[in-house]
Protein backbone atom coordinates (compact mmCIF):
# COMPACT_ATOMS: atom_id res chain seq x y z
CA UNK A 1 0.00 0.00 0.00
CA UNK A 2 1.30 3.54 -0.46
CA UNK A 3 3.40 5.08 2.37
CA UNK A 4 4.34 8.72 2.49
CA UNK A 5 7.66 10.02 4.75
CA UNK A 6 8.94 13.80 4.93
CA UNK A 7 12.44 14.66 5.08
CA UNK A 8 14.33 18.06 5.34
CA UNK A 9 15.59 20.60 8.32
CA UNK A 10 13.63 20.93 11.18
CA UNK A 11 14.99 24.42 11.99
CA UNK A 12 14.73 27.02 9.80
CA UNK A 13 15.77 30.72 10.37
CA UNK A 14 13.32 33.62 9.74
CA UNK A 15 13.09 34.90 6.22
CA UNK A 16 15.18 31.60 4.79
CA UNK A 17 13.50 29.08 2.78
CA UNK A 18 11.93 25.73 4.33
CA UNK A 19 12.45 22.86 1.91
CA UNK A 20 10.48 19.44 2.57
CA UNK A 21 10.69 16.41 0.58
CA UNK A 22 7.94 13.27 1.07
CA UNK A 23 9.21 9.94 -0.78
CA UNK A 24 6.56 7.89 -2.13
CA UNK A 25 6.88 4.17 -1.50
CA UNK A 26 4.54 1.08 -2.38
CA UNK A 27 3.34 3.30 -5.45
CA UNK A 28 4.98 4.72 -8.71
CA UNK A 29 3.64 8.50 -8.65
CA UNK A 30 3.67 8.17 -12.21
CA UNK A 31 0.93 5.64 -12.22
CA UNK A 32 -2.05 8.57 -10.70
CA UNK A 33 -3.16 10.25 -8.01
CA UNK A 34 -2.80 13.69 -7.19
CA UNK A 35 -0.06 14.73 -4.36
CA UNK A 36 -0.21 17.13 -1.02
CA UNK A 37 1.04 19.31 1.18
CA UNK A 38 -1.08 19.77 4.72
CA UNK A 39 0.50 21.51 7.92
CA UNK A 40 -0.36 21.89 11.22
CA UNK A 41 0.90 24.48 13.62
CA UNK A 42 1.45 23.17 17.41
CA UNK A 43 -2.22 23.06 18.76
CA UNK A 44 -3.74 24.28 16.19
CA UNK A 45 -5.95 22.73 12.97
CA UNK A 46 -5.20 21.47 9.68
CA UNK A 47 -4.53 23.43 6.67
CA UNK A 48 -4.13 22.80 2.63
CA UNK A 49 -1.13 24.29 1.49
CA UNK A 50 -0.89 22.61 -2.44
CA UNK A 51 -1.19 19.88 -4.15
CA UNK A 52 0.42 18.07 -7.81
CA UNK A 53 -0.14 15.47 -10.32
CA UNK A 54 2.11 13.61 -11.90
CA UNK A 55 2.35 15.69 -14.88
CA UNK A 56 3.31 18.60 -12.95
CA UNK A 57 -0.01 20.71 -12.70
CA UNK A 58 -0.36 22.49 -8.82
CA UNK A 59 -2.93 24.18 -7.51
CA UNK A 60 -1.95 26.18 -4.33
CA UNK A 61 -3.65 27.87 -1.45
CA UNK A 62 -4.40 31.56 -2.50
CA UNK A 63 -3.05 32.35 0.89
CA UNK A 64 0.51 31.31 0.67
CA UNK A 65 0.50 30.88 -3.40
CA UNK A 66 2.99 33.73 -3.47
CA UNK A 67 5.61 31.75 -1.38
CA UNK A 68 5.06 28.43 -1.77
CA UNK A 69 6.44 25.54 -4.74
CA UNK A 70 5.43 22.47 -5.15
CA UNK A 71 7.28 19.89 -7.59
CA UNK A 72 7.88 16.21 -8.28
CA UNK A 73 10.70 13.79 -9.21
CA UNK A 74 8.89 11.18 -11.10
CA UNK A 75 12.62 9.79 -11.00
CA UNK A 76 12.99 9.34 -7.29
CA UNK A 77 9.73 9.27 -6.60
CA UNK A 78 9.13 11.68 -4.95
CA UNK A 79 7.47 15.25 -4.26
CA UNK A 80 8.59 18.47 -2.72
CA UNK A 81 7.65 21.59 -0.99
CA UNK A 82 9.57 25.12 -0.74
CA UNK A 83 8.12 27.92 1.55
CA UNK A 84 9.89 30.99 0.81
CA UNK A 85 10.82 33.97 3.68
CA UNK A 86 9.31 31.75 6.73
CA UNK A 87 7.92 33.62 9.66
CA UNK A 88 7.10 32.01 12.82
CA UNK A 89 3.89 31.65 11.65
CA UNK A 90 5.21 28.79 9.42
CA UNK A 91 6.61 26.85 12.14
CA UNK A 92 4.16 23.68 12.15
CA UNK A 93 3.75 19.84 11.33
CA UNK A 94 4.31 19.40 7.96
CA UNK A 95 2.59 16.34 6.27
CA UNK A 96 2.49 14.85 2.76
CA UNK A 97 -0.42 12.95 1.82
CA UNK A 98 -2.06 11.26 -1.71
CA UNK A 99 -4.83 12.48 -2.96
CA UNK A 100 -7.30 9.94 -4.18
CA UNK A 101 -9.60 11.93 -6.77
CA UNK A 102 -9.06 15.36 -7.93
CA UNK A 103 -6.52 17.79 -6.35
CA UNK A 104 -8.49 18.27 -3.25
CA UNK A 105 -10.61 15.32 -2.78
CA UNK A 106 -9.96 13.24 0.07
CA UNK A 107 -6.35 12.70 1.72
CA UNK A 108 -5.36 9.18 2.56
CA UNK A 109 -2.96 8.23 3.71
CA UNK A 110 -0.88 10.62 5.14
CA UNK A 111 2.53 10.78 6.27
CA UNK A 112 4.10 10.83 9.91
CA UNK A 113 4.61 14.51 9.47
CA UNK A 114 7.78 16.38 10.71
CA UNK A 115 8.15 19.55 12.66
CA UNK A 116 9.52 22.60 11.24
CA UNK A 117 10.54 25.41 13.53
CA UNK A 118 11.34 28.70 12.58
CA UNK A 119 13.59 30.44 14.79
CA UNK A 120 16.58 32.20 14.59
CA UNK B 1 -13.65 32.25 1.34
CA UNK B 2 -15.08 29.48 2.60
CA UNK B 3 -15.83 28.15 5.94
CA UNK B 4 -16.62 24.80 7.53
CA UNK B 5 -17.29 25.49 11.12
CA UNK B 6 -17.24 22.58 14.13
CA UNK B 7 -17.72 22.67 18.06
CA UNK B 8 -15.00 22.76 19.77
CA UNK B 9 -15.43 19.90 21.91
CA UNK B 10 -17.92 16.96 22.66
CA UNK B 11 -18.66 14.73 25.11
CA UNK B 12 -19.95 11.49 25.29
CA UNK B 13 -20.38 8.14 27.88
CA UNK B 14 -18.41 5.07 26.55
CA UNK B 15 -20.97 2.95 24.56
CA UNK B 16 -23.30 5.91 23.61
CA UNK B 17 -23.85 8.00 20.25
CA UNK B 18 -21.80 10.81 19.86
CA UNK B 19 -22.37 13.54 16.92
CA UNK B 20 -19.68 16.03 15.48
CA UNK B 21 -21.24 18.80 13.35
CA UNK B 22 -19.48 20.67 10.35
CA UNK B 23 -21.17 23.62 9.17
CA UNK B 24 -20.55 25.53 5.71
CA UNK B 25 -22.73 27.53 3.85
CA UNK B 26 -24.76 24.96 1.45
CA UNK B 27 -21.96 22.17 2.11
CA UNK B 28 -24.51 19.35 1.28
CA UNK B 29 -24.20 20.63 -2.32
CA UNK B 30 -20.47 19.34 -1.75
CA UNK B 31 -18.38 16.36 -0.63
CA UNK B 32 -17.13 16.11 2.49
CA UNK B 33 -14.57 13.67 4.05
CA UNK B 34 -13.99 13.10 7.51
CA UNK B 35 -10.37 12.11 9.74
CA UNK B 36 -9.61 11.51 13.35
CA UNK B 37 -6.27 12.17 14.50
CA UNK B 38 -5.54 10.67 18.02
CA UNK B 39 -2.90 12.48 20.19
CA UNK B 40 0.85 12.83 18.71
CA UNK B 41 -0.29 11.06 15.28
CA UNK B 42 -1.24 11.38 11.86
CA UNK B 43 -4.52 12.24 10.65
CA UNK B 44 -6.94 9.04 9.20
CA UNK B 45 -9.65 9.31 6.68
CA UNK B 46 -13.00 7.85 8.42
CA UNK B 47 -15.54 9.16 6.37
CA UNK B 48 -14.93 10.20 2.93
CA UNK B 49 -17.74 11.66 0.12
CA UNK B 50 -20.41 12.17 3.26
CA UNK B 51 -21.12 8.03 3.88
CA UNK B 52 -18.65 5.86 2.51
CA UNK B 53 -16.46 4.42 5.35
CA UNK B 54 -13.15 3.27 4.45
CA UNK B 55 -11.39 -0.58 4.73
CA UNK B 56 -10.32 -0.94 8.42
CA UNK B 57 -12.99 1.96 9.74
CA UNK B 58 -15.08 0.26 11.96
CA UNK B 59 -18.99 0.17 11.14
CA UNK B 60 -19.88 2.64 14.36
CA UNK B 61 -18.83 5.32 12.01
CA UNK B 62 -21.45 6.90 9.80
CA UNK B 63 -21.69 10.00 7.89
CA UNK B 64 -24.29 12.58 6.60
CA UNK B 65 -24.25 15.64 4.70
CA UNK B 66 -27.48 18.30 3.79
CA UNK B 67 -28.53 22.04 3.73
CA UNK B 68 -25.70 23.85 5.67
CA UNK B 69 -24.63 20.74 7.96
CA UNK B 70 -22.24 17.80 7.77
CA UNK B 71 -22.34 15.24 10.49
CA UNK B 72 -19.62 12.71 11.73
CA UNK B 73 -21.95 9.67 13.88
CA UNK B 74 -19.91 7.56 16.48
CA UNK B 75 -22.48 4.51 17.48
CA UNK B 76 -21.31 2.78 20.60
CA UNK B 77 -18.85 5.03 21.01
CA UNK B 78 -15.15 3.26 22.91
CA UNK B 79 -12.64 4.99 24.63
CA UNK B 80 -10.71 4.58 21.91
CA UNK B 81 -12.01 6.85 20.07
CA UNK B 82 -11.13 9.66 22.38
CA UNK B 83 -9.37 12.27 19.95
CA UNK B 84 -9.57 15.41 17.10
CA UNK B 85 -11.77 15.26 14.33
CA UNK B 86 -11.71 17.06 11.29
CA UNK B 87 -14.01 17.59 8.18
CA UNK B 88 -13.40 18.81 4.99
CA UNK B 89 -13.89 19.66 1.66
CA UNK B 90 -13.28 22.11 -1.25
CA UNK B 91 -14.24 25.10 -2.95
CA UNK B 92 -13.31 26.44 -6.20
CA UNK B 93 -9.81 27.20 -5.58
CA UNK B 94 -9.00 25.38 -2.16
CA UNK B 95 -9.33 22.02 0.28
CA UNK B 96 -11.01 23.28 3.05
CA UNK B 97 -10.81 21.93 6.93
CA UNK B 98 -12.92 22.51 9.68
CA UNK B 99 -10.94 23.73 12.78
CA UNK B 100 -11.39 20.36 14.71
CA UNK B 101 -13.48 19.20 17.18
CA UNK B 102 -12.13 17.40 20.42
CA UNK B 103 -14.26 14.38 21.31
CA UNK B 104 -14.05 12.96 25.15
CA UNK B 105 -14.87 9.91 26.03
CA UNK B 106 -15.66 9.97 29.82
Known amino acids: QVQLEESGPGLVKPSETLSLTCTVS?????????WAWIRQPPGKGLEWIGS???????YYNPSLKSRVTISVDTSKNQFSLKVTSVTAADTAVYYC?????????????WGQGTLVTVSS | SYELTQPPSVSVSPGQTASITCSGD??????VFWYRQKAGQSPVLVIY???QRPSGIPERFSGSNSGNTATLTISGTQSMDEADYYC?????????FGGGTKLTVL
Open chain 1, 97 to 109: ATVRQTWASWFDP
Open chain 1, 26 to 34: GYSITSGYY
Open chain 1, 52 to 58: IYRSGTT
Open chain 2, 26 to 31: RVGDKH
Open chain 2, 49 to 51: EDT
Open chain 2, 88 to 96: QTRDSTTAV
